[in-house]
């Protein structure tokens, strides 16, 4: 006789838990209590019914015939007889069937278009960002920045004026070391300080971790890495293309703005990026 | 009562003879057969739980002050989105609990999925008349990796938001249509604001509507087909051995049922996942290190890291880097798998309906190209996690990529050589299993001893 | 005689065990005169880093950039310094000296002129919602969201006196208060510099007090698990969930051959 005991045992350790569970959501609830009762309250039951199963219940084992091949040729030639019924009259007006065709191509075709409606054009977007010349340099709090406000060796985030929700505008504001050669163009940089998109020219995450000690720019997702002293040319990881460079300079009020956007477009590439 | 039941409902709509021979169905009740289930049944989890947070949800950027319980954020500006998951998390009642099962769910779920693929594959099971199941469940495969990612990019938060930027990027690489492929899904430049809406849509009715029709057009192309079965005592290609539907297999079903529940249940409340709140909301000029999406994307984070700093520019156009790893290799890699019952049935010729099951051993080179591949898969799956790997070897992070990026070749081919080599050496020699096995049927030449 | 020889190996590795940092030269007793911060420098930093923190051969100068009374205190507090060998890698370890002993090492040091930022004293009651955006914006990107660090690239660039690259932005959830503000204000090694210009003294105080609460964060989840994210879930997913499941189904399912 083999024994009801361990299904008693886990149905009435299932019947409790789920009433401490009842008990303990009553009082507020509890995650892990949560949790483990649940656990508890369906694992009783699941260890029962196995066991019931393995114990009690028939296991065979039992057989059962099944067709190697499912397939019925016969029933099969005549569900096409069946199908091909009185086709001949549509047969010997073949261009009916032609046209049924064109119209429900053309509908399909037509039902497409509204896939049209679920976006913006890409057009130019891609292709520029909010700054251009002139346009102030300001933090995530839309305050605008002096060149006194980042010291050798810091590493700001910043926006345009007024675009600090602009995601393609992110751009780095590095002051390099002294004795750093800046890079770029003449004029793309401002007493050692350098600004550079924040975008990843790989697959657009944002180039977050600056080193100080070897002025590298490094990204998280695939750890491309971008020397700022060589206008952030990826020097590894499968980055292709340097980090776009935002050319700057002081205003006569001794902020810091851009002298124009970025000379290319930013972040990672698409098919007519260079055009 | 039942039985009176039973007959109101016969009376009415007929079908005791179907009820017959369903309750009657043979199942072959080997362990490896219950892995399928052990995918359905997370499934059923994370429908109910689903249904339970589609309640809370709110699928909208729109800004909002936080003022919850969360003091860490109290007074910050977030998404109506990340809102309503932290609110689920902190002030909804067993809301934070049906969040971590649900997350838990679709992590065992694709994980069931993968391995129950494998034993498909290295069983034969999608051989003739299988073929149209094989592709049924790859696409059933296919939805549920991508319903994962849609799912876990709702709560807006920093973590998932980086994921959804590169997703958009690998959108944007593809030739010709990529920029309108881009601003079509996700509504206009990043971030655009329809993509979390979209998302909750696709998460909610359009997927699972798809992986609903599509498994019950698995299992009802298994019950027809009826399951194939391993060799052994009294089994033919003829019939099915195994445990009747009722009682016995429906009982150990529904007990898997609770288990999966149970397990998810204690992973749910016991192990903590997604903590959105420390990762914080999304905002496009952040970014968290590590960064890793969900593990069944890894192979494709792992392809996006190793493949080196090529691109193909002319003529001012351009297939931009992540074009090859992240869209071509996954491209290929389904294509392969859709064709690969084809293929194999191309390469041996067989045109035989099967219903018993090879072992791993009966078909050395399936194995071995399996085996071979699923390694090339895991390597890349590994060097996702390189970061955390360089951090805790105390390596450079570059040198651990360069040791992936050799071993993604070496790995797969050695796998493959030594998983052939022991295969051949099993079946030639006779032995049931490898303790058995003579060491001497390892150094069989191309002529065996023993046929 | 043969057991003595048979000893005297043993005796010099005991010996070259029990060489502990600092690395100073052969001769120098470990001397008992704690406390006093002139002794303490001369004895363990000067060797490396001159008599007055001019740098030598074998170390920076302790004067320029952003050296200073904060910097001094990170490096001592956290163990970084002194260093074994020159050749080693810096990074948190169990610092050497006693908060008495740090306090005086600084206070010698200040007669070396060196113009950096002062230890700061944030204030533990700052806006912690502030401090979360703040940390968010300028520290997640390395140390992690979660403060449990992350790796850094190896550097291309060759570092004077460092033979070994920064490979990793250091988890912060060993670091004490000041620790944690100091580094902020004097960006060691590889950190950049968040001054006073970049950041204010009540921004400072906010994020302090975030990295103070990411020490000990709200897990109302369960067991964390390393913070690290999905790596963890997947592993723990399919070894625990996955595994368990596994097993149920070989106890539930029959074996091959079975009937």
Redesign the interface.
């Known amino acids: 006789m083999k024994s009801t005991r361990p299904i008693t045992i886990a149905l009435v350790a299932s019947a409790l838990a789920s009433l401490a569970l009842t008990v303990v959501?009553l009082r507020?609830?509890q995650?892990?209590?949560?949790?483990?009762l649940?656990?508890?309250?369906?694992?009783g039951?699941?260890?029962?019914?196995?066991l019931?199963?393995q114990r009690f219940?028939?296991?065979?084992?039992?057989?059962?015939?099944?067709d190697?091949?499912?397939g019925a040729p016969r029933e099969r030639m005549l569900a096409e007889e069946d199908f091909d019924r009185s086709s001949d009259e549509i047969e010997r007006r073949g261009f009916l069937g032609k046209l049924l065709g064109v119209a429900f191509g053309a509908l399909g075709l037509a039902a497409l278009f509204p896939?049209?409606s679920?976006?913006?054009?890409?057009g130019r977007?891609?292709f520029h960002t909010p700054w251009g010349p002139g346009v102030r340099m300001v933090t995530?709090e839309n305050a605008p920045l002096r060149l006194t406000d980042i010291p050798v060796n810091g590493f700001l985030?910043v926006?345009p004026e007024d675009a600090t929700?602009a995601?393609?505008a992110?751009t780095v504001l590095i002051r390099l070391a002294d004795g750093d050669l800046p890079p770029g163009p003449p004029g793309a940089a401002v007493e050692g300080v350098v600004a550079f998109s924040?975008v990843c020219t790989?697959?657009?995450?944002?180039v977050?971790?600056y080193q100080a000690e070897t002025r590298e720019l490094f990204c998280?997702?695939?750890?491309?890495v971008f020397d700022v002293l060589q206008a952030a040319e990826?020097t590894?990881?499968?980055?292709?293309r340097p980090l776009p460079q935002l050319p700057i300079t002081v205003d006569e009020d001794g902020y810091l703005v851009a002298r124009d956007d970025f000379p290319e477009p930013i972040?990672?590439?698409?098919?007519?990026?260079?055009? | 009562m039942i039985r009176k039941t039973v007959g109101w409902l016969d009376a009415r709509i007929g079908g005791s003879a179907f009820t017959r021979h369903a309750l009657?169905?043979?199942f072959p009740?080997?362990?490896?057969?219950?892995?399928g289930e052990?995918a359905l049944y997370s499934f059923v989890v994370l429908l109910l739980t689903g249904i339970f947070l589609s309640l809370f949800f709110d699928p909208s950027v729109s800004e909002t002050v936080y003022e919850g319980s969360?003091?860490?954020?109290?007074?910050?500006e977030v998404s109506d989105a990340y809102n309503s998951v932290l609110r689920l998390?902190?002030d909804v009642?067993?809301g934070?609990?049906m969040r971590?099962?649900h997350?838990?769910a679709a992590?065992?779920f694709v994980?069931?999925l993968v391995?129950h693929m494998l034993r498909v594959f290295f069983t034969g099971a999608f051989r003739k008349?299988r073929e149209i199941n094989w592709i049924v469940g790859l696409t059933l495969l296919i939805l549920a990796m991508f319903n994962g990612f849609t799912g876990y990019s709702l709560p807006d938060d920093?973590?998932s938001g980086?994921g959804l930027?590169?997703a958009?990027?690998?959108a944007?690489?593809?030739?010709?249509i990529?920029?309108?492929l881009?601003?079509?899904?996700?509504?206009?430049?990043?971030?655009?604001e329809?993509i979390i809406p979209r998302l909750f849509i696709t998460h909610v009715m359009i997927i699972p509507a798809l992986i609903i029709g599509l498994l019950a057009v698995h299992l009802a192309i298994v019950w027809?087909?009826?399951h194939t079965d391993?060799p052994?005592?009294?089994r033919r290609?003829?019939?099915?051995?195994?445990?009747?539907l009722w009682?016995?297999y429906a009982?150990?079903s529904?007990?898997?049922?609770?288990?999966?529940?149970?397990?998810?249940?204690?992973?749910?409340?016991?192990?903590?996942?997604?903590?959105v709140?420390?990762?914080?909301p999304f905002?496009?000029?952040?970014?968290?290190?590590?960064?890793?999406?969900?593990?069944w994307l890894?192979w494709v984070?792992g392809a996006?890291?190793l493949?080196?700093?090529?691109?193909i520019?002319a003529?001012?156009?351009?297939?931009?880097?992540?074009f090859f790893p992240a869209v071509l290799l996954p491209g290929i890699t389904f294509a392969l798998l859709y064709a690969w019952p084809f293929l194999e049935q191309r390469f041996t010729k067989d045109l035989e309906?099967h219903?018993l099951l090879d072992r791993a051993r009966d078909h050395p080179v399936r194995t071995a190209l399996g085996v071979a591949t699923t390694t090339f898969y895991l390597v890349m799956f590994l060097a996702?996690?390189?970061?955390?790997l360089?951090?805790w070897l105390?390596?450079?992070?570059?040198?651990v990529?360069l040791a992936y990026r050799i071993a993604v070749f070496v790995a797969p081919a050695l796998a493959g050589y030594v998983s052939y080599r022991l295969m051949k050496a099993l079946l030639l020699s006779g032995a049931e299993t490898f303790r058995e096995m003579p060491f001497a049927a390892l150094r069989l030449k191309k002529r065996p001893t023993r046929v | 005689m043969v057991l003595g020889l048979a000893t005297l190996p043993l005796l010099l590795v005991a010996c070259y065990d029990r060489a502990e940092r600092p690395y100073r030269p052969p001769g120098i007793a470990d001397s008992a005169v704690p406390h006093e911060g002139r002794t303490l420098y001369l004895r363990d930093c000067a060797w490396c880093h001159g008599n007055a923190g001019g740098g030598t051969s074998r170390g920076p100068d302790l004067v320029t950039g952003t050296n200073g009374p904060a910097l001094n205190h990170f490096m001592m507090s956290s163990g970084r310094m002194p260093l074994e060998n020159t050749g080693q890698r810096v990074q948190r370890r169990e610092s050497l000296y006693t908060d008495e002993e740090i306090a005086s090492i600084v206070g010698f040091m200040r007669d070396f002129d060196a113009r950096g930022p002062e230890i700061p004293e944030p204030d533990p009651d700052a806006d912690?919602?502030a401090?979360?955006?703040l940390y968010?914006?300028n520290c997640?990107?390395?140390?992690?969201?979660?403060g449990v660090?992350?790796?850094?690239?190896?550097g291309e660039r060759d570092v004077a006196f460092r033979e070994g690259?920064s490979?990793?932005?250091p988890g912060l959830l060993d670091s004490t208060t000041t620790e944690i503000a100091a580094a902020v204000r004097a960006g060691p090694g590889t950190m950049p510099v968040f001054a006073e210009e970049t950041l204010e003294d009540d921004e400072l105080s906010e994020v302090t007090r975030?990295v103070v609460?990411?020490q000990d964060?709200?897990?109302?989840?369960?067991?964390?698990?390393g913070?690290?994210?999905?790596?963890a879930?997947?592993a723990?997913?399919?070894i625990?969930?996955?595994g368990?499941?596994l097993i149920?189904?070989?106890w539930?399912?029959?074996?091959?051959?079975?009937?």
């Open positions: 959501y507020g609830g995650p892990q209590a949560e949790g483990a649940l656990a508890v309250s369906l694992g039951i699941a260890v029962a019914l196995v019931i199963a219940l028939p296991h065979g084992p039992f057989v059962e015939q099944r190697v091949e499912p896939i049209r679920l976006g913006t054009k890409p977007d891609l995530g985030t926006f929700h995601a393609d992110q924040k790989h697959a657009g995450c944002p977050g971790l998280p997702c695939h750890q491309s990826p590894d990881g499968p980055a292709t972040g990672p590439g698409y098919w007519n990026r260079g055009r | 009657n169905k043979v009740d080997h362990w490896s057969f219950m892995l052990v969360y003091e860490p954020l109290q007074g910050a998390s902190f009642r067993a934070l609990v971590q099962i997350h838990w992590i065992v994980a069931a391995v008349p920093l973590l980086t930027r590169i958009y990027s690998i944007l690489s593809i030739p010709l990529g920029t309108w881009a601003f079509l899904l996700f509504g206009g430049e990043f971030p655009a329809e027809r087909q009826k391993f052994g005592p009294g290609e003829s019939n099915v051995v195994g445990s009747k009682p016995t009982a150990k529904a007990g898997l049922f609770f288990a999966v529940f149970a397990v998810l249940s204690a992973l749910g409340g016991l192990i903590q996942i997604n903590p709140w420390l990762y914080g905002e496009p000029q952040q970014v968290t290190s590590p960064a890793q999406p969900d593990w890894g984070e996006m890291r493949f080196p700093a090529w691109e520019r003529l001012g156009f351009e297939i931009p880097n992540p309906y219903h996702a996690s390189n970061d955390l360089a951090r105390g390596l450079e992070v570059g040198h990529t | 912690l919602q401090g979360l955006l968010q914006e997640a990107a390395c140390h992690s969201t979660t660090g992350g790796a850094l690239t190896a690259p490979l990793v932005a975030y609460y990411l964060p709200s897990d109302r989840g369960g067991a964390p698990i913070r690290v994210g999905p790596v879930e997947g723990v997913g399919w625990v969930g996955l368990a499941l149920f189904i070989r539930v399912g029959t074996k091959r051959g079975e009937l």
